[in-house]
């Protein structure tokens, strides 16, 4: 999100670590769970229907479609899917954070 400019800017004006502190707050206000991903997980470019990663997505692609499985996806639904499986996934586990940096390793081990 940093390399968006705009979205940086917004979310420099707001400061991550109070949006963070609100979302919290009103989990706890509700009685949810709160589940934290970790910021490198490839929300974007893991498709949602088989789960291959792309080894690159910039960001003026808004659409694409998965070399394995040929699933069109929407960069942003995608996400998003990928977000809420990977939030239910730590939930069933009983863990407050998710391990996703172990599993982007284990996935991407050319990457550092
Ligand atoms: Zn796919």
Same mark, same amino acid.
């Given at each position: ?16 670590? +109070? =949006?963070? $502190?609100?979302?919290? %707050?009103?989990?706890?206000? %509700?009685?949810? @769970?709160?589940? *934290?991903?970790? *910021?490198? %997980?490839?929300?974007? *470019?893991?498709?949602?229907? !088989? ?11 808004? =659409?694409?479609?998965?070399? +394995? !499985?040929? @699933? =069109?996806?929407? $960069? ?16 069933? !586990?009983? +863990? *407050? +954070?998710?391990?996703?940096? @172990?599993?982007?390793?284990? $996935?991407?081990?050319? $990457?550092?």
């Amino acid at each position: 999100m940093v390399q968006n400019h705009c979205l940086a800017k917004s979310i420099s004006d707001v400061g991550w670590g +109070e =949006f963070v $502190r609100q979302l919290e %707050y009103k989990a706890a206000w %509700y009685g949810r @769970t709160l589940v *934290k991903i970790d *910021k490198w %997980y490839p929300s974007s *470019k893991r498709c949602s229907h !088989c789960g291959h990663v792309l080894d690159s997505l910039s960001l003026d692609v808004r =659409f694409w479609m998965c070399p +394995e !499985c040929h @699933t =069109f996806h929407d $960069r942003d639904n995608n996400a998003a899917k990928n977000v809420l499986a990977a939030g239910l996934a730590v939930s069933a !586990c009983g +863990e *407050k +954070e998710s391990r996703m940096v @172990t599993l982007r390793h284990l $996935r991407q081990p050319h $990457r550092a």
